[in-house]
T-cell receptor, first 112, second 112 residues
Framework: DQQVKQNSPSLSVQEGRISILNCDYTNSMFDYFLWYKKYPAEGPTFLISISSIKDKNEDGRFTVFLNKSAKHLSLHIVPSQPGDSAVYFCAARGPGTYKYIFGTGTRLKVLA | NAGVTQTPKFQVLKTGQSMTLQCAQDMNHNSMYWYRQDPGMGLRLIYYSASEGTTDKGEVPNGYNVSRLNKREFSLRLESAAPSQTSVYFC???????????FGSGTRLTVV
């Protein structure tokens, strides 16, 4: 059973607009969340994180929002750029565990 | 700044053959991980090593063995390859067990 779900396999957005990538999780014990970006033929690279004690974290054009009651997090990219075209993975872990559970990924295409 | 280096990048095996995937990191990280990525499945943890001298099973350990040779190196061995092990394999490392990961660029393995 998939504990971390990214229900949109793909998303297309115009350059300059907002991209919103969503992630849902089922385990209420998860307390730390990460987003990774992956280009073809490369490994995932860390993008942004959020702890369960926060509901928002920003880093430049990237903002992650966490809604614990809904067990939902989202990544906002504003403004979107063609170089943002990649696969985005969310990942979650629970307290006292070393293991991150990854979602299946969303492929973002930013159209110039 | 090499980060995490994986070899080989590509490999084709026949069913029943064995091989070892190599991984080395130069960031003095304590923890290392092996993941596999399959279409529609996200990244799934095979084995991890929280620190030098320790290894533990992840979500999908069957058919694999690992060796934490020293602090830098963490290898993944397939003793008798099966077509179900066709996948892209990623090695990752982190400074501490629950920290964000740095990933290698992956090994694309095909078992025929």
């Amino acid at each position: 059973d998939q504990q971390v779900k990214q229900n949109s396999p793909s998303l297309s957005v115009q350059e300059g607009r907002i991209s919103i990538l969503n992630c849902d999780y089922t385990n209420s014990m998860f307390d730390y969340f990460l987003w990774y970006k992956k280009y073809p033929a490369e490994g995932p690279t860390f993008l942004i994180s959020i702890s369960s004690i926060k509901d928002k974290n920003e880093d430049g054009r990237f903002t992650v929002f966490l809604n614990k009651s809904a067990k939902h997090l989202s990544l906002h990219i504003v403004p979107s750029q063609p170089g943002d075209s990649a696969v985005y993975f969310c990942a979650a872990r629970g307290p006292g565990t070393y293991k991150y559970i990854f979602g299946t990924g969303t492929r973002l295409k930013v159209l110039a | 700044n090499a980060g995490v280096t994986q070899t080989p990048k590509f490999q084709v095996l026949k069913t029943g053959q064995s091989m070892t995937l190599q991984c080395a990191q130069d960031m003095n990280h304590n923890s290392m991980y092996w993941y596999r990525q399959d279409p529609g499945m996200g990244l799934r943890l095979i084995y991890y090593s929280a620190s030098e001298g320790t290894t533990d099973k992840g979500e999908v350990p069957n058919g694999y063995n690992v060796s934490r040779l020293n602090k830098r190196e963490f290898s993944l061995r397939l003793e008798s390859a099966a077509p179900s092990q066709t996948s892209v394999y990623f090695c990752a490392s982190s400074e501490a067990p629950a920290d964000r990961y740095t990933f290698g660029s992956g090994t694309r393995l095909t078992v025929v």
